[in-house]
Nanobody
Framework: QVQLVESGGGLVQPGGSLRLSCVAS????????MSWYRQAPGKERELVAS????????NYADSVKGRFTISRDNAKKTVYLEMNSLSPEDTAVYYC?????????WGQGTQVTVSP
């Protein structure tokens, strides 16, 4: 079955950390570029971070630079998002996306809530 399954979300206090994981199955993970997006209530979905198939190039939204780190383990078919110094503005549903050429796959999302 072709799917992406995110995990690791939850409730965290401001200044805290979370690590999101996205496990892929049913396709050749190694050739896909991977990204994390997020969507807050009432807002459009936005790109948070991306990493190319080889893992040698990464990009981040300005709002998360220096706080979030994207990484991947092709042997485990998993992409991670390490999130530090979280603030309430980071509250959103976080989605994992796999993309190659014209094909894309999305996960179901995991909720991250940052609140005292």
């Amino acid at each position: 079955q072709v799917q992406l399954v995110e995990s690791g979300g939850g409730l965290v206090q401001p200044g805290g950390s979370l690590r999101l994981s996205c496990v892929a199955s049913g396709f050749d993970f190694r050739v896909y570029d991977m990204s994390w997006y997020r969507q807050a209530p009432g807002k459009e979905r936005e790109l948070v971070a991306s990493i190319i198939s080889t893992g040698y190039r990464k990009n981040y939204a300005d709002s998360v630079k220096g706080r979030f780190t994207i990484s991947r383990d092709n042997a485990k078919k998993t992409v991670y998002l390490e999130m530090n110094s979280l603030s309430p503005e980071d509250t959103a549903v976080y989605y994992c996306r796999a993309g190659v050429k014209l094909r894309e796959l999305w996960g179901q999302g995991t909720q991250v809530t940052v609140s005292p």
